[in-house]
């Protein structure tokens, strides 16, 4: 049995995983059963996948899904003892998954997860460790005031320390924990579900640490396109579920707020011109316009994502 199961989802982005996949064989010695989840792949790239890459598990994903759902296909067939996710526009210049694994030999029995500091290809870290999110810290964060490169109790600490939640782009986790805490929540299409597996690991009386002498390049970034106007209230309706605990009066509350600034929002291309789809005014505009229709919606994450999908790409 291997030790360690690698779960990467890839969107038909072979520019991206090649490289992933070269420095997670080429800087670990640890014996990795790898599984790469082929997220709505042409059949040309998926070919290529399986000829490059003959001793990688693939697992055909053809329907629109989420973050959640697709690692999830990967993660109930695993047979390592550890999980490493990570994803695919990540590149490894150290054995990330060996330094990782080498901490649990330190830690306390309780220990589930280990992740590395997350840098930006300029250096910037991107997280080192996570403080607990809060509904005042989604707000906060909402309106743009959460840096989480700030040091806190729970971050941006020197060497092994205890934090609370994790990153999705890397993290590693002992898989009969993951198994226990149910995988990732599907309730979640695009966030905070990595978020959410650190606070249930918590609440199932397990710690979550990081270490920021293990460091993994994130690329992150990149332009805003059309699907902006399907993502991003999709991320609003999981946060505001997870946010509010359930509790009706709570997501009311978050969710005025959040309705309040994105109508402020859309104030701002009142007067701009929006006759191109593709123009940065109306991929915003419309994205707020989406935001507002979704959050006092019944239906789930992955049904908004759905339905403004498929209303992006009908002509």
């Known amino acids: 049995m291997p030790r360690v199961s690698v779960v990467i989802v890839c969107m038909d982005r072979p520019d991206l995983l090649n490289p992933c996949l070269e420095g997670l064989f080429a800087r670990n010695r640890t014996e990795l059963e790898v599984w790469v989840v082929a997220y709505l792949f042409s059949e040309e790239n998926l070919a290529r ?45 150290m054995p990330v998954v060996d330094a990782l694994l080498a901490d649990f030999d330190r830690l306390p029995a309780d220990a589930a997860i280990v992740s590395p500091k997350i840098i ?61 805490a149910g995988w990732f929540d599907e309730t ?55 946010y509010s605990s359930g509790n009706p009066v709570k997501y009311f509350l978050l969710g005025s707020f959040v309705w309040c600034v994105e109508a402020l929002r859309r104030l701002k291309y009142l007067f701009a011109d929006r006759s191109d789809p593709g123009s940065h005014a109306a991929i915003m505009d419309a994205t707020s316009k989406n935001v507002m229709r979704s959050v006092f919606t019944k239906r789930t994450s992955k049904e908004i994502f759905t339905q403004l999908y498929h209303e992006i790409h009908t002509p």
């Not at 840096?147 to 092994?160: A, F, H, K, R, Y």
């Not at 002498?213 to 991003?232: C, M, Q, Y």
């Open 188 to 242: 979640y299409t695009f966030t905070p579900e990595d978020i959410a597996i650190g606070h249930k690991v918590n609440e199932l009386g397990y710690t979550v640490w990081s270490d920021a002498d293990v460091e993994i390049t994130h690329l992150a970034g990149g332009t805003v396109s059309r699907l902006e106007a399907a993502i991003k209230p999709t991320r609003v309706r999981g946060a505001l579920q997870f």
């Open 49 to 93: 996948l399986r000829a490059d890459w003959p001793s990688v598990k693939v697992v055909e994903s053809r329907e629109l899904r989420g973050f959640s759902e697709n690692n999830n296909l990967a993660l109930r067939q695993v047979t390592g003892e550890y999980c490493f996710i990570v994803n695919d526009d990540t590149l490894m210049r």
């Open 120 to 180: 930006f290809p300029d250096g910037r870290v991107q997280t080192s460790g996570r403080a607990p999110w809060t509904a005042w810290r989604y707000v906060k964060h909402y309106l743009h005031q959460v840096d989480e490169t700030v040091p806190t109790p729970w971050s941006m600490q020197e060497g092994l320390f205890r934090t609370w939640t994790v990153n999705g782009a890397c993290f590693l986790i002992k898989t009969a924990v993951f198994r226990e």
